[in-house]
C-alpha cells in the first residue's frame, strides 16, 4: 500500500526539469522497517557481552570552581566497584571534537584536571561489577571545591572584567583567524541608515534546546582477543567518533572497530565524542566489556544542546518596503567548551542575511564561552535561530509599514545572478516560487505583478 | 532480602528465572531472558520504550518488579507473530512508515496491540489516548496513530487503508481534528 500527503510540484521551473527520477516520486520501504516491526533491529545497548562492567560518572556540582582535592575512598569501598578512572589515566586527555578538520586549540578534558567549568562536567569515572555499585561508587565520591565566579551571559562574558571560563582559549570568545569573531562587510551600512526611510531594531533571544532522543547517548566496549577494541556505539557518526577516539587514546585508528549507524534518535545530539574514549580507557584498563550510557538526567543536563543565541538585527528600510541596509550582532553562546559551536557561529554568518538581496549588510558573530553545558550540533544549528530572528524581524517589519508580509519577502528576495553579502552570485534561487506557491495553497491573494515575479528575471522589481 | 525464584508466562512459554528483590520486569526481560525489543528509554516510566502487556494490559516494564507480578502472563514484541509473517499492526506499521528510528516502536506496537484487542474499531481518540504514554522523537505521532488504525481495518477483515488522492493534501491541524 503506498500513498503520499502532498502531490510533487511540477509546474515550478518546469523548463529546468527532466522527470527522469527513478526514486522520487515513488515510495519505497525502509531498509530497517522490518527489524524494528519485530523487534529484532539490534540497538548499542541491545548488546549484552558476558562479563560486562557498567561505568558511571561523578560528575561537577558546580558550575565555576577550581578542584583542590578527589577523595575516592569510600567510592572504592563499595563492594563491585572495581576500578575509578581519573584525568591520569586518560593518555591524551585534552581535545576538542573539530581538530580532525584543524580547528583548535584543544580546550576540553575528557576527565576534568584541576578545574570545573560547568555543572555536570565528568571528574572521576566509577567502573563496577553493576549499574547499582557504579553509582553508589558515583554518590561516595568526594571532590572539594573551592568556588569562583561563574557567568551565564554572552554579553557579559564578553564585557570587561568577567571571569575567564577557559583559559585554552584566553578570552571569552573564539578566535577566527585573528579576529574576535566571524564578520561580514559588504557595502556601507552606515550610509544605508543615513538614507532609509525607516530604521527597524529589534533583539531576539533562544535558549538552549535539548535533543531529548528517546534512546540515551552510550556506548558498550568489548576488547577483542587481537588487542583491538569494538565500540557498539549510538553516535551520528561513526568515523568521526573513531578518528577522535583513536587521538584521545594515543592509539593507531586500526585499533578500534565501531559498529553503529543504528540510532534511537540523535537529531545532533550523538556527534559528540563523549562516552566512547572514557568507556575504551576503562576496557583497556579491565579487559573486560564496559557500557557507558547516559541515564535520562544525564541526556537532559549534559548532553549537548542547540546553542542558545541572542540577536540584534537593524535594519535600513525604504518607504516602498526595500531593505537597504542589514546590520546583524549576533552571539552564539558555546558553553564552557567549543565542541562544534565555532563551526555553528560560521554557518550563522553564512546565513546572513537571509534569502535577501540587501546591498548593505554588517555583520558580527561571536562564539562566547560561559559558564554553560557546552552547545554543540542539532538540526541546521547555526542557521534555524538565525532564521528565526530574520522571518521575525521581517514580519515586524511588514506589520510596522501596514504591509502584506509576503509582498514584503517577495519583493526583497533574491533572484538569480544577485552578488550575496559573501560576494557569491546567487544560483538556484527558487524563494519567489515558494512564497507564491505557498500563498496560493494558503489561499492568501497576491496581486498580479507579485504573481508574475521570478528567481529567473528581474520581472516586477 | 535474598534473591527469589519469579515464575512467568512469556509470550506463551514458562519462565523462571532467579532474581533479586526489586528487579525490574525490564532488567529480567532484557538481562535476563535476551528479549531486547523492549527498550530503557528513561527508566522513570515516562517515556513508554519499555511497554509490554502484563496479563493483556499495557504496563511500563521499568517500573515493575518482577516479583510482585510472578505468575502472570507478558507479551512482548518478539512474541507478536512469532515465527510467522508480520501481524495487521506490524505491516500497518510498515506500510504507513510509522517507524524512523524504531526505538519507540515495540512500545507503540505494544500498546496498539493491546488497544485493538479490546476495541477492534477506536475513533483516532481512542488511537491518540492509548499511544499518550509513548514518546516518539522522530517518525511524528500522525503516521502512526494511521498506522493503528490501518491495524484496526485490516483485523477488521476490510481492506488496507485506501490511497487517498493526491489532492487531499490536508494540513496537519486538520488531519489531528478529524
Known amino acids: 500500500m503506498t ?88 593518555p591524551n586527555n585534552l581535545y576538542t571534537p573539530l581538530k580532525l578538520i584543524g580547528v583548535g586549540p584543544d580546550d576540553e578534558p575528557i576527565l576534568a584536571v584541576d578545574k570545573v567549568r560547568y555543572l555536570g562536567e565528568p571528574i572521576c569515572a566509577v567502573v563496577a561489577e553493576s549499574e547499582a555499585a557504579a553509582l553508589e561508587g558515583v554518590a561516595r565520591i568526594r571532590v572539594d571545591y573551592e568556588d569562583l565566579p561563574a557567568v551565564f551571559d554572552v554579553e557579559e562574558a564578553l564585557a570587561e572584567g568577567a571571569p575567564l571560563v577557559n583559559e585554552y582559549h584566553g578570552r571569552n570568545f573564539f578566535t577566527y583567524e585573528g579576529h574576535h569573531c566571524r564578520r561580514i562587510r559588504f557595502g556601507d551600512v552606515e550610509k544605508a541608515f543615513a538614507q532609509a526611510d525607516h530604521i527597524f531594531e529589534w533583539r531576539y533571544e533562544s535558549a538552549p534546546i535539548e535533543q531529548a532522543p528517546t534512546e540515551t547517548t552510550g556506548c558498550v566496549v568489548v576488547p577483542q582477543a587481537d588487542g583491538r577494541l569494538r565500540i557498539h556505539s549510538d553516535t551520528q557518526a561513526c568515523f568521526f567518533t573513531l578518528d577522535n577516539t583513536a587521538l584521545i587514546l594515543q592509539t593507531p585508528f586500526n585499533k578500534l572497530r565501531i559498529v553503529g549507524g543504528t540510532v534511537g534518535g540523535g537529531f545532533g545530539g550523538k556527534v559528540d565524542v563523549v562516552v566512547e574514549p572514557v568507556a575504551c580507557v576503562a576496557a583497556m584498563t579491565t579487559g573486560r566489556p564496559v557500557k557507558f550510557v547516559y541515564g535520562r538526567y544525564e541526556e537532559m543536563q549534559v548532553s549537548s544542546p542547540r546553542a542558545a543565541e541572542r540577536i540584534y538585527i537593524k535594519d535600513a528600510v525604504m518607504g516602498d518596503g526595500r531593505i537597504i541596509g542589514r546590520k546583524v550582532t549576533l552571539y552564539v553562546d558555546s558553553g564552557a567548551y567549543a565542541r562544534h559551536t565555532p563551526y555553528g557561529t560560521t554557518k550563522a554568518a553564512a546565513h546572513l542575511p537571509g534569502p535577501y538581496s540587501i546591498p548593505n549588510v554588517w555583520a558580527d558573530c561571536h562564539c562566547v564561552f560561559t559558564n554553560r553545558t557546552p552547545s554543540s550540533a542539532m538540526r541546521g544549528f547555526g542557521v534555524t535561530i538565525g532564521d528565526f530572528a530574520l522571518e521575525s524581524q521581517m514580519d515586524r517589519i511588514a506589520r510596522a509599514l501596514s504591509m502584506d508580509p509576503l509582498r514584503l519577502r517577495l519583493l526583497n528576495a533574491y533572484r538569480d545572478g544577485d552578488l550575496k553579502a559573501h560576494r557569491k552570485v546567487a544560483e538556484g534561487t527558487a524563494l519567489v516560487e515558494v512564497i507564491q506557491k505557498a500563498a496560493e495553497m494558503s489561499g492568501h491573494e497576491l496581486p498580479e505583478a507579485y504573481r508574475r515575479m521570478s528567481s529567473t528575471t528581474r520581472e516586477g522589481l | 532480602m535474598s534473591s527469589q525464584i519469579v515464575s512467568l508466562v512469556v509470550n506463551g512459554e514458562p519462565r523462571e528465572f532467579i532474581a533479586k528483590p526489586g528487579t525490574t520486569l525490564l532488567a529480567v526481560l532484557r538481562d535476563s531472558l535476551g528479549l531486547t525489543a523492549a527498550k530503557r528509554g528513561c527508566a522513570q516510566g515516562s517515556c513508554g520504550t519499555c511497554t509490554v502487556l502484563v496479563d493483556d494490559r499495557p504496563v511500563t516494564a521499568c517500573l515493575i518488579a518482577v516479583e510482585t507480578v510472578s505468575g502472570a502472563s507478558v507479551r512482548t514484541l518478539e512474541g507478536v507473530a512469532a515465527g510467522g509473517d508480520l501481524d495487521e499492526v506490524q505491516s500497518a506499521f510498515v506500510d504507513n512508515f510509522a517507524t524512523q528510528c524504531g526505538f519507540c516502536t515495540a512500545g507503540m506496537i505494544m500498546v496498539a496491540e493491546a488497544l485493538l484487542d479490546r476495541d477492534p474499531d477506536p475513533s483516532q481518540e481512542d488511537v491518540a489516548e492509548a499511544i499518550s504514554g509513548n514518546v516518539c522523537r522522530c517518525t511524528g505521532y500522525q503516521p502512526i496513530m494511521i498506522a493503528i488504525l490501518d491495524a484496526a481495518r485490516r483485523r477488521r477483515g476490510e481492506s488496507p487503508k485506501p490511497v487517498p488522492a493526491s489532492e487531499e493534501t490536508v494540513s496537519r491541524e486538520e488531519k489531528v481534528s478529524r
Open chain 1, 3 to 90: 500513498y503520499r500527503l502532498a502531490p510533487i510540484d511540477k509546474d515550478s521551473f518546469a523548463a529546468e526539469r527532466e522527470d527522469d527520477f527513478t526514486v522520487i516520486g515513488s515510495v519505497v520501504q525502509r531498509s530497517d522497517a522490518l527489524g524494528h516491526v519485530t523487534g529484532r533491529t539490534e540497538f548499542f545497548e541491545d548488546v549484552a557481552p558476558p562479563g560486562m562492567l557498567h561505568l558511571k560518572m561523578h560528575r561537577s556540582a558546580r558550575h565555576h570552581a577550581r578542584i583542590r582535592g578527589v577523595d575516592l575512598t569510600a567510592a572504592l569501598e563499595v563492594p563491585g566497584v572495581t576500578r575509578i578512572l581519573t584525568h591520569a589515566d586518560i
